[in-house]
């Protein structure tokens, strides 16, 4: 696989973005979540707003950062309480997931029999945007996130980031008015991280909602507010949680 | 490879039991047919005379023609051996629409042009015959040609002894069939004779009757067969299959795909391709049928794919009906998938 050169200088530092706070929030009141009546809650009683602009869920593992954005998302159904986004929308509406909805999964799944243009192309059409559209938005989000000369791989033949980068692509073409990610830059060198910054910057611009779940200090610059899951934790699974971070 | 064995046997059955139903037409279900030998040491009459006639009492149960059958053969320059029958006076008013003005003598034969007339020769006489369909009474009794001539035409033939032949058409709502060769039997017993040989149609029926019951098992065990074996291939690219199903659907859903719509997605797939598959299999062996059906020793005219095809029956239709069962017993892992929320799935 031939390494393609990737500069900061070909992605220069956005314009201080102007995000409206007061927008429309997402709303979450009361939630519960567990996986199984045998198990313990996961999500215990949350209740929280998210505004405009790019919050970051910040927390040890298995604090219950990822569920929550799945609950966001409406790819999980909430044990208790409610969800609701933004124009009245529920999560698990198929209008709010094909059209204001960008996801990114902390595993990409990445479609792999796919080209990575044939992946965006696709999230595209399923958002309704018409060919010429899809093509078009294709053509912008894969020049922008260095990944044009890869439009004909799959995603076997990338490298970690330039995966990484494609399904951040992906979520980004229906020009989503949510946007959540979770871990988009685990494991990802400084480079690759600060185009992944640079461009979530750009995007989340006024009424658009960003929420990201990551371990990732070098994310925090871009965030315009930060919440510590590790406090809704209840007491024994905040110590195992702490437990687990010391180590 | 499965349709393909499944309609291979099927269609066996089908032209076995159309095979049987020609030849079952083809003698009349109403026919009986008495053969009594008659040596030229007969103590009852001699040949070249009449004899006396032991069936005038079953008369008022329906018609009969009498005829004798001779030992000995005719001859066309195109056929060696032509069975020769010969007929009295009694059997004129059958006749009648069948004798030529220039001839007393009829070939009956299905292949060669009505209404010609033909030569043939017997021993060192020759005469000619014309040519006649063979219908009615003479349809059981004609396999490729029936010579038939008058009485006495052919002195030395009779002399040697022949076969008394009776065909009777019983009328419906008289005697059954049964009935009616007991009558025969009792009708011999009474004079002191042998019983004669006796031909029906209750043997084919019950060779048809015995042939449905096998072909009702047959059908029964292939459908129980088939449905397994799809069920079990079927189910087994289902299993192989279901982990990738259901990530990929999980993953369309997460874009806002429609459940039904990625199922429905699945099952069409799955069908397309299963009938695809299944219908180029019965079409390949509608294209080799004459060949294959003809190897296996149906006879030609039974394969006239024009006349009656087997290949457009219900039994292939029920062959479709499983292969499709099985479609959509492969595409239920998606359906299974589609229960579970997405998040569980791509976590």
């Given at each position: 696989?031939?390494?393609?050169p ?16 007061s ?44 569920t ?47 080209t ?42 990338l490298?970690g ?25 685990s ?19 006024g ?11 070098r994310?925090?610059?871009i ?6 899951f ?15 971070t010391?180590? | ?25 083809n003698?009349g ?34 018609e009969r023609?009498?005829?004798?059958q ?43 042009p ?16 014309v ?104 189910g ?5 299959e ?7 659907s ?15 997605r ?78 569980e799935?791509?976590?």
């Amino acid at each position: 696989m031939s390494a393609v050169p990737l500069s900061i200088a070909s992605f220069p530092a956005p314009p201080e973005p102007s995000i409206e706070r007061s927008g429309e929030k997402i709303a979450c009141e009361h939630l519960f979540f567990r996986y199984s009546r045998k198990t313990d809650w996961v999500i215990n009683d949350f209740s929280q707003q998210f505004r405009p602009g790019i919050t970051m869920i910040k927390g040890a593992s298995g604090c219950g950062k990822s569920t929550l954005l799945r609950l966001l998302a409406g790819y999980l159904p909430p044990s208790s309480g409610r969800v609701e986004m933004p124009g009245g929308f529920h999560p698990e509406d198929r209008e709010f997931q094909r059209k204001q909805l960008g996801f990114v999964f902390q595993q990409l799944n990445l479609l792999p029999l796919a080209t990575v243009a044939r992946n965006l192309e696709m999230a595209g059409s399923l958002a309704g945007l018409s060919h010429e559209e899809t093509l078009e938005r294709t053509q912008h989000w894969l020049m922008l996130l260095g990944l044009k000369q890869f439009a004909d791989r799959r995603p076997a033949y990338l490298s970690g980031g330039q995966q990484q980068r494609a399904a951040i692509a992906r979520a980004l073409i229906k020009d989503p008015s949510i946007l959540l990610l979770d871990e988009p830059t685990s494991g990802l060198h400084d480079l690759n991280t600060q185009v992944i910054s640079n461009t979530l910057r750009h995007f989340v611009t006024g009424p658009r909602i960003c929420v990201i779940c990551t371990h990732d200090h070098r994310l925090e610059f871009i965030a315009h507010e930060i919440l510590d899951f590790n406090r809704f934790l209840p007491l024994e699974g905040h110590l195992v949680a702490l437990a687990g971070t010391a180590e | 490879m499965l349709v393909t064995v499944a309609t291979v046997i099927l269609v066996a059955f089908n032209l076995l039991e159309r095979n049987l139903r020609t030849r079952l037409e083809n003698f009349g279900i109403n026919t009986i047919i008495s053969r009594e030998m008659v040596m030229n040491s007969d103590p009852i009459a001699m040949p070249n005379q009449p004899r006396p006639d032991a069936f005038a009492s079953l008369d008022k149960f329906g018609e009969r023609l009498r005829l004798r059958q001779f030992y000995l053969r005719a001859r066309m320059p195109w056929q060696p051996e032509i069975m020769i029958m010969s007929y009295g006076d009694e059997a004129l008013p059958i006749l009648a629409g069948l004798l030529h003005t220039n001839t007393p003598v009829i070939c009956f034969n299905e292949n060669m042009p009505e209404n010609s007339l033909v030569e043939v020769s017997f021993e060192r006489q020759q005469a000619v015959a014309v040519v006649r369909s063979p219908k009615g009474f003479f349809r059981p009794l004609v396999g490729q040609s029936l010579l038939l001539v008058p009485q006495g035409m052919f002195p030395e033939a009779e002399r040697i002894g022949y076969v008394e032949t009776v065909v009777f058409r019983k009328k419906a709502g008289t005697l059954s069939i049964p009935q009616f060769v007991s009558a025969i039997h009792n009708l011999f017993l009474m004079d002191e004779r042998n019983p004669p040989q006796i031909q029906s149609a209750v043997g084919m029926v019950k060779e048809l009757e015995n042939l449905q019951a096998r072909q009702a098992q047959w059908r029964s065990a292939m459908a129980g067969m088939l449905g397994l074996a799809l069920a079990l291939v079927f189910g087994a690219i289902a299993v192989l299959e279901f982990r990738q199903n259901v990530y990929v659907s999980a993953l369309m859903r997460s874009f806002g795909a429609p459940g039904k719509a990625l199922y429905i997605r699945q099952w069409l797939e799955n069908a397309i391709l299963a009938n695809l598959a299944a219908i180029s299999a019965i079409l390949a062996l509608a294209c080799f049928h004459k060949e294959l059906f003809g190897m296996l020793g149906f006879p030609a005219d039974l394969l006239n794919l024009n006349s009656a095809n087997p290949y457009w029956s219900w039994e292939i239709a029920l062959i479709l009906l499983w292969v499709n069962v099985g479609a959509f017993l492969s595409s239920l892992s998606v359906a299974i998938g589609l229960r579970q929320p997405v998040g569980e799935i791509l976590s």
